[in-house]
């Protein structure tokens, strides 16, 4: 359904804030922060069962962990439920003393052991987020605001991955009437969909797949009343609909522009642009399972096939310049892989090597494959588009490429199971750390695409990851990164820089390059 700026301004006047304890009572449109943006790839808001792109910008609003990492400022982590750390004494962990008088969205008081439960369930539930903290042994509760979290390698980040949306401090006695445990048997996801447990500015309070999220102000929010009364995330997948939703008011945000949508609104005073350099980025993986393809099972063959790709028109035609690209799995920005670098190591458009590396893998003639990806826009272009950006490059040294396109979340489910053979898709990290990166493509992606890594790349992520030294661990990084060109499973495409378009009834908006799109508690009119 179309909603005008005052259909929707009267749906919202005759709603209640929904939620435990939450007063009915209208609100006025300017009490009411409007997002347009592609939430289809939504399909949960469990944080313990996080690993898509749009969510964490609610899990953000909703929740709040020990620590996060402020706009730009994305090596040095800042006080959030933990107000201090150190070493532990015994040196094998961090020893976190928690903020004082914090209440859950239900009232009951955040203490220590909501989270020890927290991350017990995390590892319960042996979802992606599981896998960040892998080095964690164990988390102990000292006393009511003191808690440890122990390392397996005490070396090794921890810090920097807490700031993860994911690890958003739950309500124990909420969750656990819901349905929630700490053992195998937890049944509290969908509970968790359209309620929240945490202690954020905001409370999810509905949510409708593929149509809205609905998020109304935490009465008891330790930072105090939060600038908007609701927020309302419209789904809307469409960079020609968001335009259109942002020119006429129905939305005060638009995430999904295209470049020249953005251009077409210089000359509207109402509306301004705000740019942010990402650290996400658009991939496209290869199998090298020889039962799905036997072309892509040769290393040459997929080599050649990152020859063959026009990286700058993809750049330039389809996003407006508005983009750079890494090499491989490690974004631009990051230690070890600087502007520079990233010239340097990441493979070029070159169609007669990419002739001869056909040759080399005996497929002279090209082949054919399989590529799927999800009916969803990213950056204002849709997947589709880049698709056939794709399979007209490859085409001009003979490898033809079958498109699949696929419901978003249909196509995320078969690729994170290994059953694609090459899947268009993108990634963002939980949190700013490079082993996230690095042991993801080492690890979970690289089971996805049938890839064992050698020994030689798995030990430089463990060398990298532990290097106290900042040059030589760049070194490490930029080592690893030519071991995965060379290997040409994961072939990056472009590393986006967002343009996002904000009405003038909006004076703050502050954008993140840290994982979660943008910081909502921080939004004001």
């Known amino acids: ?45 469990d944080p313990a069962k996080q690993n898509n792109y749009s969510p964490p910008l609610t899990l953000e609003a909703a929740y709040d962990t020990l620590v996060t990492l402020a706009p730009g400022q994305y090596t040095r982590p800042q006080p959030m439920l933990a107000t201090s750390w150190a070493r532990t004494p015994d040196g094998q962990g961090w020893r976190f003393t928690l903020r004082k008088d914090v209440k859950f969205y239900s009232g009951n008081p955040m203490t220590a052991d909501d989270v020890k439960w927290t991350f017990d369930r995390i590892f319960a539930v042996k979802d992606q987020t599981a896998f960040y903290i892998g080095n964690v042994s164990s988390v102990n509760v000292v006393d009511d605001h003191t808690v440890d979290i122990l390392l397996k390698t005490p070396s090794e980040p921890i810090l920097d991955i807490l700031a993860a949306p994911g ?16 053992d195998a048997n937890d049944k509290a996801t969908e509970w968790l969909n359209t309620h929240t447990a945490g202690t954020g500015a905001y409370a999810v309070t509905g949510w409708a797949r593929n149509s809205q999220l609905q998020l109304a102000r935490n009465p008891n929010s330790w930072r105090g009343q939060s600038a908007y009364a609701r927020i309302v995330i419209r789904h809307i997948p469409d960079s020609a609909a968001q335009l259109l ?8 945000v638009a995430f999904n522009l295209i470049p020249e949508q953005i251009a077409s609104l210089k000359s509207d005073p109402k509306i301004r642009a705000e740019k942010l350099e990402s650290l996400d980025f658009v991939y496209m993986a290869l199998t090298q399972e020889a039962e799905f393809n036997k072309a892509l099972a040769v290393k040459e063959a997929r080599q050649a096939i990152m020859h063959a790709i026009d990286y700058d028109g ?22 070890g892989s600087t502007q520079a670098d990233a010239d340097k190591l990441a493979p070029k458009e070159d169609l007669a090597q990419a002739k001869q590396l056909l040759q080399k893998a005996g497929f002279p003639d090209g082949f054919e494959f399989e590529l799927s990806y999800g009916q969803a826009v990213i950056d204002g272009v849709s997947y589709g588009t880049i698709a056939q950006k794709l399979q007209a490059d490859l085409s001009r040294v003979g490898i033809q490429v079958k498109l699949n396109p696929m419901d978003q979340v ?15 898709t993108f990634w963002n990290p939980p949190a700013v750390n490079n082993y996230l990166w690095a042991g993801a493509a080492t690890q979970r992606v690289a089971k996805r695409v049938h890839w064992t890594p050698s020994e030689q790349v798995l030990k430089l992520v463990r060398d990298a990851t532990g290097e106290a030294d900042r040059d030589k661990q760049a070194q490490l990084w930029i080592e690893f990164q030519k071991e995965l060109v060379d290997q040409a499973n994961l072939v990056v495409l472009f590393q986006p820089i967002y343009q996002v378009a904000v009405r003038d009834s909006v004076g703050t908006f502050p954008l993140t390059a840290a994982g979660w799109l943008a910081d909502l508690s921080g939004a004001k009119p």
Not at 9 to 36: C, H, T, Y
Not at 411 to 423: E, F, I, L, S
Request: proline fraction near 3%; hydrophobic fraction near 40%.
């Open 167 to 182: 690890f958003g401090i739950l309500d124990r006695k909420t969750v656990m009437e819901h349905g929630g445990t700490t």
């Open 1 to 45: 359904m179309n909603l005008t700026r005052r259909g929707l301004s009267q749906l919202l006047l005759g709603s209640a804030l929904a939620g435990a304890g939450a007063p009915a009572f209208a609100q006025s449109r300017k009490d009411v922060l409007v997002i347009g943006l592609d939430i289809g790839d939504t399909v949960t808001l």
């Open 410 to 424: 249909n196509m995320r489910t078969q690729y994170v199971t290994g059953k694609t053979t090459a899947a268009l």
């Open 245 to 252: 939703a942002v020119q006429r008011g129905d939305v005060d």
């Open 314 to 335: 993809i750049k330039n035609k389809l996003l407006g310049g508005e983009a750079t690209r890494p090499a491989t799995f490690l974004p631009v920005g990051v230690l």
